[in-house]
């Protein structure tokens, strides 16, 4: 089963603009993470906001945690080309991640 | 260091064949969990195994197992291939078990016809 549900599931942005992509979930997590997918290809870590932090920055990215509401978001400043991908978050239970759906990104040069 | 590898990378079976797929995780890593990736259905946690142990499985059938070697290596199996087995697998490893980061493999995609 999923755990997570981004939206949109799809985005198109001029480069340049910010893209900020949400992601909801079901149950309790350890933490959430991001990844980045290009393409069919193996995914990226991004980045791992723990189950007490409600913010965290790394370079052009910023997530944000709200363990009440259930719900992340990710937000990517200054976008550029190289940024076009599929978007996952994960949520981190004792045993497994569990995945969302994803979000498309399409940057437009 | 070197970053996952899986082998093969694509590969062409036949319903009813069987087939297996191997991971190599990052050199240290004792955890490898496995995932398949569907339009549909997305990206679907398959096992994890950490020091040779199967610490937890997702919801498929028996058809889909798996096993650890002593040296981290990690192969998955499906018998009697169906055509919804069609996806791709990726593998990923980590240090220590599966809430942590989880680095992963370019994935082996297997069509069955």
């Known amino acids: 089963s999923q755990q997570g549900e981004e939206d949109p599931q799809a985005l198109s942005i001029q480069e340049g603009e910010n893209a900020t992509m949400n992601c909801s979930y079901k149950t309790s997590i350890n933490n959430l993470q991001w990844y980045r997918q290009n393409s069919g290809r193996g995914l990226v870590h991004l980045i791992l906001i723990r189950s007490n932090e409600r913010e965290k920055h790394s370079g052009r990215l910023r997530v944000t945690l709200d363990t009440s509401k259930k719900s992340s978001s990710l937000l990517i400043t200054a976008s550029r080309a190289a940024d076009t991908a599929s978007y996952f978050c994960?949520?981190?239970?004792?045993?497994?991640?569990?995945f969302g759906k994803g979000t498309k990104l399409s940057v437009i040069p | 260091k070197a970053g996952v590898t899986q082998t093969p990378r694509y590969l062409i079976k036949t319903r009813g064949q069987q087939v297996t797929l191997s991971c190599s995780p990052i050199?240290?890593?004792?955890?490898v969990s496995w995932y398949q990736q569907t339009p549909g259905q997305g990206l679907q946690f398959l096992f994890e195994?950490?020091?040779?142990?199967?610490?937890n499985k997702g919801n498929f059938p028996g058809r889909f197992s798996g096993r650890q070697f002593s040296n981290s290596r990690s192969e998955m199996n499906v018998s009697t291939l169906e055509l919804g087995d069609s996806a791709l697998y990726l593998c990923a490893s980590s240090l220590s078990p599966v809430q942590e980061t989880q680095y992963f493999g370019p994935g082996t995609r297997l069509l069955v016809l």
């Open positions: 050199s240290g890593h004792r955890s």
């Open positions: 994960a949520g981190a239970g004792s045993y497994q991640l569990t």
């Open positions: 195994y950490f020091s040779e142990t199967q610490r």
